[in-house]
C-alpha cells in the first residue's frame, strides 16, 4: 500500500487527490488523532511522533509513506530520509508536501513575490520560504501563521460567520507585509475546506495553490520515474484508515474532509 499520514483530519483531503488521480492503487491512511495539533509542538517532539507513525506504517506493509502534513513534513522529513530510513528500511520511501508546493510557484507569480499562509510550526520552520527561493532566487516570500484555521476545520465552524474575522485578519495581515503578492500557497491541508471564505477576502488577480492537486500530479510523476518503487505497490482500488484515537469519532468527522463514508480502525503507533 501507500501510506498517507497526517497529525489529524488534513492529509484525508490530499488522500482525495490521490485517488482522484491514482485510484488503482491501496493506501492506508494513519491519522494521529490522539496527539493533534502537531502545528505548535516542537521540533523533537514532531520528529518522535512521525517516525512512530512512519514505522508503524511500515510494520502495516507501506512501501511508499507521504507524509501529508505540511509540519510533519517541515519538521521531520529531512532527518527520517536523511537518518531513519537506512536503518528502517533503506528500500522505502517517506516523501512530503512541500517540496511539490514549492516547486510550482514560480509557474504563478509574474511579480515574484509569494505568499505562505500555514499553522505556526509550518511558518516558524522556514521551510517554504527555504524551498522556493532554492528553486527560484528571484522569488520573495512572505508568511503568515494562522493558529485558528485548523480549529475552525476540525469543529465544523469554518463555513460559520464567526470564521469570517479570522480568515480574513490573516489573509489582511500577509498582504500587509506585501501588496504586491500575486500567489499565496495554502501551507495546510485543512485549509482547501475554508477556500470559499478564502477567496471572499483574497483579490481576485492572486493565485490560490491548494497542495491536494499538486501533490497527486507529483506522486504520478514520481512513480512514473520511479518504476522500481511502482511494481511494489498493490493495485486493487483498496483504501483503509486508521486513527490513534476513537474510530467512531473519527469517521463522524472524516467525511468532511474525504467527500465520502469512511470507517475506520484503531492504530496503536506506540508498540
Known amino acids: 500500500m501507500i501510506g498517507v499520514f497526517d497529525s489529524g483530519y488534513g492529509g484525508l483531503t490530499v488522500l482525495k487527490e490521490f485517488v482522484k488521480r491514482l485510484p488503482e492503487y491501496d493506501y492506508c491512511y494513519l491519522g494521529d488523532n490522539a496527539r493533534t495539533p502537531y502545528g505548535s509542538r516542537s521540533f523533537e517532539t514532531v520528529y518522535r511522533y512521525t517516525l512512530q507513525c512512519v514505522q508503524y506504517l511500515f510494520d502495516e506493509g507501506c512501501q511508499l509513506v507521504i507524509l501529508a502534513c505540511n509540519t510533519a513534513s517541515a519538521k521531520a522529513l529531512r532527518t527520517i530520509q536523511q537518518h531513519d530510513l537506512s536503518l528502517l528500511d533503506p528500500e522505502r520511501r517517506v516523501l512530503g508536501v512541500i517540496r511539490p508546493s514549492a516547486e510550482i510557484v ?124 511502482d511494481v511494489k505497490l498493490t493495485k486493487n482500488g483498496q483504501r483503509i484508515f486508521q486513527t490513534t484515537d476513537s474510530p467512531e469519532l473519527f469517521d463522524r468527522y472524516a467525511s468532511i474532509f474525504f467527500g465520502e463514508e469512511v470507517k475506520s480502525v484503531k492504530a496503536d503507533v506506540s508498540q
Open 106 to 229: 514560480g509557474q504563478y507569480t509574474q511579480t515574484g513575490y509569494a505568499g505562505v499562509l500555514g499553522t505556526l510550526g509550518t511558518v516558524q520552520s522556514l521551510s517554504y520560504p527555504i524551498e522556493i527561493t532554492k528553486i527560484n532566487p528571484h522569488i520573495r516570500v512572505f508568511q503568515e501563521a494562522c493558529p485558528m484555521w485548523v480549529s475552525l476545520v476540525e469543529n465544523n465552524e469554518h463555513e460559520k460567520d464567526g470564521a469570517d474575522y479570522f480568515v480574513h485578519q490573516h489573509i489582511d495581515n500577509l498582504l500587509r507585509q506585501c501588496p504586491d503578492i500575486d500567489v499565496i500557497v495554502l501551507a495546510c491541508t485543512h485549509y482547501p475546506l475554508m477556500m470559499n471564505k478564502i477567496r471572499k477576502y483574497t483579490p481576485s488577480g492572486i493565485h490560490i495553490l491548494s497542495q491536494g492537486g499538486i501533490v497527486a500530479e507529483r506522486l504520478a510523476d514520481y512513480l512514473f520515474r520511479h518504476p522500481e518503487m
